[in-house]
């Protein structure tokens, strides 16, 4: 059970408590008020012969009447005199108290003193713990009265590993640089010794999802040292030098701990280059990296405390992080190819009921771009469809079905589209793939659905046979042609065109204007760049791109790329004709199954040998 929870159940069951006692001390108080009964009167009720009995208690009196039935009525003392001593005095003789009047007289009750001070006392308590408890509130559940400048970084000790090396596929480059760090956490002196200073930092670099922070507790699982694991956003607050100060307590601790690893995930969070932000050098954030700064400084050869910080966005860091004897070691993580993918797919579907059919290999082949993040999710989702489809183990079928999930999203087999439109898309997907299985540079169509997939109305999915780190002019000529082949063949069939070819016409365009003003790839233009983007530095995104070329350049840039995708639409409907049987053939077969896989679609249509070449861009 967490301390912190139980202890506050205990105040505030406390503070009920108070509220109560409270509450029923006014309610006691204004009853006998409403029930009060003056001295006076109680001396002419005693002359009267009316009184049966009085019972005396501190300041009040209970006044017993005679009658058919006994009533009870509360008289307040008045004095601090005696109740004989203020009856006589009213005219009361000891004749009338000696006429069958019982007086009893108790001794005062210690409840009654207590009661009458916490009366005065409990709105006071009340008041103070409810201005404690907003307090607490306002600076997170998480964060006692006075902790609020320290870290936050939650320690993993190094006892029992949860993660090491074994557990991280597809990155062996990176794990082999990080062996060194482990071995100095192991054996510190056998460097030393030799004069050799191992990197305070190591920045671990890559595209989310490639398994930095995985890599960095594996680190620490072989190390077997504590892990201090703490987030970037959460040094920076509104208050200036509270991130300054939770970087102080952060390595304080460590090296109380020494030695043992600082983790810090998303540094680029609070590691921006100074400078580019709002509010000058008095900025939270800056204060907060000019502590970092310091405190890595501040490090001995012999502290044995290494941090590890992760980031997507190396270009946006300081400068002075990055420069030797901070975070002098960068390590790249990249997007697996395919034996790493496969190694990532063993390490996932490791404990889970697999079928023995079950290829991984081909499922390494037709997730290219996948990362380690994209093949657990992956695995994740088949799992889900094998207990959906009441299996006892995942199999091929449900792995390959997460694959379309995961790249294409769910289908929406719910959605109603009339036959005219149904034929439209059929015809716009066949001339995809028609167009793209004639082209020899045209990665293989893998498949073809006329079912709503996200936002598309269909879908065409290519999928490449190999990995492939460079692309040619010849390839996006390809593409360019392939992604046209839709809006060729709604001209072709139905003599008009349909707003479905939307996000085809915007990829063509944004890719032929990157192969003129970026790529190189026109021969008209040369091999040059043509505009400047520029970025700030504190929104990391792309806010304009300064023109440093004349109007006469740019009309040539608009023509040049008008030339390319027109050349390519003139290509595809060129296709598009002298396929046209096989293009009725794969559109009538999508109408009555929806969906055919690369084997299907295929047998309707065989690559043709040998297949159109692409040609050259005109000059």
Request: aromatic share 6%; net charge negative.
């Amino acid at each position: 059970m967490n301390p912190n929870r139980g202890r506050n159940t205990i105040i505030y069951i406390l503070l009920g408590v108070a509220i109560v006692i409270l509450v029923i001390t006014q309610i006691q108080q204004r009853s006998s008020t409403n029930e009060a009964l003056t001295i006076s009167q109680l001396a002419t009720d005693i002359k009267a012969g009316k009184v049966a009995r009085i019972v005396e208690n501190e300041d009040q009196l209970r006044v017993i009447y005679k009658g058919d039935s006994e009533i009870e009525r509360i008289s307040h003392k008045e004095t601090t005199a005696t109740l004989v001593e203020q009856l006589k005095e009213l005219g009361v003789t000891t004749e009338d108290l000696a006429a069958g009047i019982d007086i009893e007289i108790r001794p005062p009750s210690p409840w009654l003193n207590i009661m009458t001070i916490l009366s005065y006392v409990m709105p006071f308590l009340i008041l103070g713990g409810v201005f404690w408890f907003v307090f607490r509130q306002a600076q997170g559940s998480n964060n006692a009265a006075l902790s609020f400048g320290k870290s936050r970084a939650r320690m993993f000790t190094g006892d029992q590993p949860t993660v090491t090396f074994e557990d991280v596929a597809g990155v062996d480059e990176s794990k082999e640089e990080l062996r060194e760090v482990v071995e100095f956490l192991r054996e510190p002196e056998k460097f030393i010794s030799l004069g050799a200073r191992i990197p305070k930092g190591v920045l671990l670099v890559g595209p989310p999802g490639t398994g930095k922070t995985l890599l960095a507790k594996a680190v620490s699982g072989e190390a077997g040292v504590p892990f201090f694991s703490i987030s970037g956003s959460e040094f920076v607050e509104m208050f200036v030098g509270v991130g300054a100060s939770r970087v102080r307590d952060l390595f304080d601790q460590a090296k109380r701990h020494s030695p043992c690893i600082v983790f810090v995930d998303e540094i680029d969070a609070v590691g921006r280059q100074r400078g580019a932000g709002l509010g000058g050098s008095h900025d939270e954030r800056e204060q907060t990296l000019n502590q970092i700064l310091v405190e890595m400084d501040g490090f001995d050869t012999d502290t044995n405390i290494i941090i590890v910080a992760a980031t997507n966005r190396p270009d946006i860091l300081d400068p002075a992080l990055l420069r030797p004897g901070r975070f002098d070691r960068r390590v790249v993580l990249d997007r697996p190819d395919m034996k790493g993918r496969e190694a990532i797919l063993k390490v996932h579907v490791k404990g889970k009921p697999l079928d023995p059919a079950v290829d991984l290999g081909s499922l390494a082949r037709g997730t290219p771009g996948f990362v380690g993040a994209d093949l657990e999710n992956m695995v994740n989702e088949g799992a889900i469809l094998a207990a959906r489809r009441n299996r006892k183990s995942i199999g091929q079928k449900e792995l390959e079905d997460a694959v379309e999930r995961v790249v294409m999203g769910p289908e929406r087999k719910s959605r109603l589209i009339s036959d005219e439109e149904k034929r439209i898309i059929a015809y716009h997907e066949a001339g995809h793939a028609v167009v793209a299985n004639a082209i020899a540079e045209a990665d293989p169509v893998q498949k073809i659905t006329i079912v709503g997939r996200g936002q598309a109305g269909g879908l065409t999915w290519y999928r490449p046979d190999e990995d492939r780190i460079l692309t040619s002019r010849r390839k996006m000529m390809a593409y360019l042609a392939g992604a046209l082949g839709g809006r060729a063949a709604e001209e072709l069939v139905f003599d008009d065109i349909t707003s479905g070819a939307a996000n085809d016409i915007e990829q063509v365009t944004r890719m032929a204007r990157a192969m003129v003003t970026r790529l190189g790839m026109s021969e008209t233009m040369g091999n040059m760049v043509y505009g400047q983007k520029e970025e700030l530095i504190f929104l990391g995104r792309e806010i304009s791109e300064q023109r440093d070329y004349s109007e006469a350049v740019a009309e040539q840039i608009d023509t040049e790329v008008r030339r390319i995708v027109n050349d390519a639409y003139q290509r595809a409907k060129s296709i598009i004709k002298e396929y046209r049987d096989r293009l009725d053939m794969v559109a009538q077969k999508l109408l009555e199954v929806e969906s055919l896989t690369r084997e299907e679609f295929e047998s309707l249509f065989p690559p043709p040998s040998p297949k159109k070449t692409g040609t050259p861009l005109p000059n």
